[in-house]
């Protein structure tokens, strides 16, 4: 009677065995058909700060990161608009531009924050002092609705790592800098898929702004050589965004 148990209970051992072996080939399987960021990247390193990649639990991330909004008052808004050194652009087009970008700003509880157009060659988006939004003319030019949401939610995207990016740009820390942007290209995905948008918009935005030799639209300051340095690459945002677009329920 022994010796059947004993084959019965090695023959359960074994079919577990296998059966585990097989699960772990099928999520390798799957998971590298799903294209898993390595952990060693700037990208799984930028993904880290929000962890679960859920809907659910990235909004309750962000509203836990969200820093309280700060509303600068007219004075400061223009000393900010004023060092620019570019025509202030108003009117019809830019109360429609405000409406257009309306459900980003309050889906990250700015809906109240100050957004000028100003007059400039160099397509261009940026978030100053956390007080103003600044959008340039041939940004409108080349970007359609959707994209200049994408951007707007990346310059947004900034707020959540304000002070450790600030302290990153002292230390003069380009890696760190780098996954910052990847954060904010990770938040602006996240905002277009929920607002109603197709986050690939945003991708196609970036690489036209690429081929234009310039990636303006997605960073704050003036561009420069640095920038390089401090910003990832166009294959390395594309991928990710890629990777991001897959679904995470």
Not at 200 to 225: F, K, P
Request: charged content about 25%; aromatic content about 6%; hydrophobic content about 45%.
């Amino acid at each position: 009677m022994r010796q059947p148990i004993t084959f019965a209970i090695v023959f359960i051992i074994a079919f577990t065995t296998t059966l585990g072996q097989s699960l772990n080939n099928d999520t390798s399987k799957a998971s590298n058909k799903r294209g898993v960021l390595p952990e060693d990247t700037e990208a799984a390193k930028a993904l880290a700060r929000l962890g679960d990649l859920s809907p659910t639990a990235l909004r309750e991330r962000l509203q836990q990161m969200r820093l309280p909004a700060y509303q600068a008052d007219a004075i400061v808004v223009k000393t900010i608009i004023e060092a620019q050194g570019l025509p202030v652009i108003s009117g019809k087009q830019v109360d429609q531009l405000k409406a257009v970008l309306q459900p980003v700003l309050a889906y990250h509880g700015r809906g109240q924050m100050p957004m000028y157009v100003l007059r400039a060659e160099q397509p261009k988006a940026y978030l100053v002092n956390r007080a103003v939004i600044i959008i340039t003319t041939r940004l409108l030019e080349v970007a359609s609705e959707a994209e200049l949401r994408g951007i707007v939610a990346h310059e947004l995207a900034h707020e959540y790592v304000w002070v450790e990016r600030a302290e990153a740009k002292l230390a003069n820390d380009e890696k760190r800098m780098r996954e910052f942007e990847l954060f904010c290209d990770a938040v602006a995905v996240f905002t277009l898929k929920e607002i109603g948008d197709d986050p690939i918009s945003y991708s196609r935005i970036l690489e036209r702004l690429a081929q234009s030799n310039t990636v303006a639209g997605i960073m704050a300051g003036n561009t420069t050589r640095r920038d390089a340095y401090t910003h990832p690459s166009l294959g390395a945002r594309k991928k990710l965004i890629k990777f991001l677009c897959q679904p995470f329920e």
